[in-house]
Nanobody, 124 residues
Framework: QLQASGGGLVQAGGSLRLSCAASGRTISGYNMAWFRQAPGKEREFVAGIGWSRSTRYGDSVKGRFTISRDNVKNMVYLQMDVLRPEDTAAYYC????????????????????WGQGTLVTVSS
């Protein structure tokens, strides 16, 4: 089970840190990812971190967002800096594995575990 938290309202240029807590299993062998979905838009890959700790980012967030993981605490984080109004969305964490794929996929259908969304609103 995955639970996302940390969303909120922030001004453009500000920062937020999202957290994803996994319960019931260790995440150490799982590829973990964050997706987001804005109203009226398709779900979008934001960032992912593999069980090997390789990372991958969506083009729109490269250089602004940083994904990390703590396998001991069973946590995944998304540090979001220099936020823009277009980052406004519900953010979801997802997991796939264990050890099924060597690296993170940007395809949402690959992931078989999802947390509930946490809403991020960036005001201009």
């Amino acid at each position: 089970q995955l639970q996302a938290s940390g969303g909120g309202l922030v001004q453009a240029g500000g920062s937020l840190r999202l957290s994803c807590a996994a319960s019931g299993r260790t995440i150490s062998g799982y590829n973990m990812a964050w997706f987001r979905q804005a109203p009226g838009k398709e779900r979008e890959f934001v960032a992912g971190i593999g069980w090997s700790r390789s990372t991958r980012y969506g083009d729109s967030v490269k250089g602004r967002f940083t994904i990390s993981r703590d396998n001991v605490k069973n946590m995944v984080y998304l540090q979001m800096d220099v936020l823009r109004p277009e980052d406004t969305a519900a953010y979801y964490c997802a997991a796939e594995g264990p050890y099924r794929r060597p690296s993170v996929s940007i395809r949402d259908y690959i992931y078989d575990s999802w947390g509930q969304g946490t809403l991020v609103t960036v005001s201009s």
